[in-house]
């Protein structure tokens, strides 16, 4: 079983739709959730860190669901620039396979 | 803003030869990682490493692979008798010792073995 499971997508929306992503894991005893960017043939950059309370950062919400063992993440009013691949990471270490958005004009 | 560097961009090796890729991380962080990702695939853990000694190391790296950090800026991974398979970005991460556990990313360095 994997680590860290995500839908693949694509994900093709219009800009300024809301869009969401969700990522499984398999380690009940994980501690650490987060959510990095990726552009194509570029390195993960950090998008957020994801906390038992839930965290917001502008148009990103992120959550966490310990009982289920999966977090989310959701975009609202969806930019241009907002088309990359999202992984979803736990334990640090382990990366999910990503999930692609592809926002269109 | 700080971040973390990595040298060569891309690297071209035949089979069988040694290669070093090289990183500096951010000045003040204490954890380092490697990773490499396949074109198309995932990112994958490699190592990480922590008060001069690995702290964990994946299936992945085996003994022709090693890390180093010969000063105090650089850490290095070998790759003793490159394959085929081993072509891959290799991406070095750091982060600070705190409990958020968020890492930094070098650019990367594409190995391509031939």
């Known amino acids: 079983r994997k680590e860290v499971e995500q839908d693949p997508g694509p994900f093709n929306v219009p800009e300024g739709a809301t869009v969401a992503f969700n990522c499984t894991y398999s380690n009940s005893a994980s501690q650490s959730f987060f959510w990095y960017r990726q552009d194509c043939r570029k390195e993960p950059k950090l998008l957020m860190s994801v906390y038992s309370s839930g965290n917001e950062d502008g148009r990103f919400t992120a959550q966490l669901n310990r009982a289920s063992q999966y977090i989310s993440l959701l975009i609202r009013d969806s930019k241009l620039s907002d088309s990359a691949t999202y992984l979803c990471v736990v334990n640090e270490i382990y990366f999910g396979s990503g999930t692609k958005l592809n926002v269109k004009p | 803003e700080p971040e973390v560097t990595q040298t060569p961009s891309h690297q071209v090796t035949q089979m069988g030869q040694e290669v070093i890729l090289r990183c500096v991380p951010i000045?003040?962080?204490?954890?380092f990682y490697w990773y490499r990702q396949i074109l198309g695939q995932k990112v994958e853990f490699l190592v990480s490493?922590?008060?001069?000694?690995?702290?964990?190391k994946s299936e992945i790296f085996d003994d022709q692979f090693s890390v180093e950090r010969p000063d105090g800026s650089n850490f290095t991974l070998k790759i003793r008798s490159t394959k085929l398979e081993d072509s891959a970005m290799y991406f070095c991460a750091s982060r600070e010792r705190t409990a958020t556990y968020e890492q930094y990313f070098g650019p990367g360095t594409r190995l391509t073995v031939t």
């Open positions: 000045s003040n962080h204490l954890y």
């Open positions: 490493f922590y008060n001069n000694e690995i702290s964990e």
